[in-house]
T-cell receptor, first 115, second 115 residues
């Protein structure tokens, strides 16, 4: 059961362009939405995250836009660089009954930034 | 500050065998979560350990089990291996409680191949 849908599956952007990745969720219990970047042979690394009471968060070249009513959120990478070429995952967090949280991930977007 | 370390990095097992994967959590973190990442997919939550007890579990059968030790390190055990268990197994550590247990740090994973 996929609770977080991510698109596109792959993306090719020219250097300096804007990369946009979209995600949609169904479960209203999700209360934290992080984006992860994963390079081949490595584990996911937290890139940027947002809580549902905020509509936008920007950190450097990375911006999350969040639409709570539509249950959608997106990652924008401005001035995309070849070093940004990686797989990006959106995720959504829910609390576990014993405290702590678990993440539900999207299926990933393979981004390639061309020179 | 050390990150999350996992061992071994790669492993090949035969169907029906048992496997143990190990994880050392990041300094200052007391909670460990395990995720399974099939090729081309997002990570899926297996379970989480806090205070040496299972704190939550995803949709995985009982042949997936774990342990957490007093130093917060953890093991993932899989019995009766199946071909579909072939995946990257990720360990993530975090700090539990205080309303700020979102900050997962992932290890680089163990690549398990079942033949």
């Amino acid at each position: 059961q996929q609770q977080v849908k991510q698109s596109p599956q792959s993306l090719i952007v020219q250097k300096g362009g804007i990369s946009i990745i979209n995600c949609a969720y169904e479960n209203t219990a999700f209360d934290y939405f992080p984006w992860y970047q994963q390079f081949p042979g490595k584990g996911p690394a937290l890139l940027i995250a947002i809580r549902p009471d905020v509509s936008e968060k920007k950190e450097g070249r990375f911006t999350i836009s969040f639409n709570k009513s539509a249950k959608q959120f997106s990652l924008h990478i401005m001035d995309s660089q070849p070093g940004d070429s990686a797989t990006y995952f959106c995720a959504a967090s829910t609390w576990l009954t014993g405290g702590g949280n678990k993440l539900t991930f999207g299926t990933g977007t393979q981004l390639k930034v061309e020179l | 500050e050390t990150g999350v370390t996992q061992s071994p990095t790669h492993l090949i097992k035969t169907r029906g065998q048992q496997v143990t994967l190990r994880c050392s959590s990041q300094s200052g973190h007391n909670t460990v979560s395990w995720y399974q990442q099939a090729l081309g997919q997002g990570p899926q939550f297996i379970f989480q350990y806090y205070r040496e007890e299972e704190n939550g579990r995803g949709n995985f059968p009982p042949r997936f089990s774990g342990l957490q030790f007093p130093n917060y390190s953890s093991e993932l055990n899989v019995n009766a291996l199946e071909l579909d268990d072939s995946a990257l197994y990720l360990c993530a550590s975090s700090s539990h409680g205080g309303g700020n247990s979102y900050g997962y740090t992932f290890g680089s994973g163990t690549r398990l191949t079942v033949v």
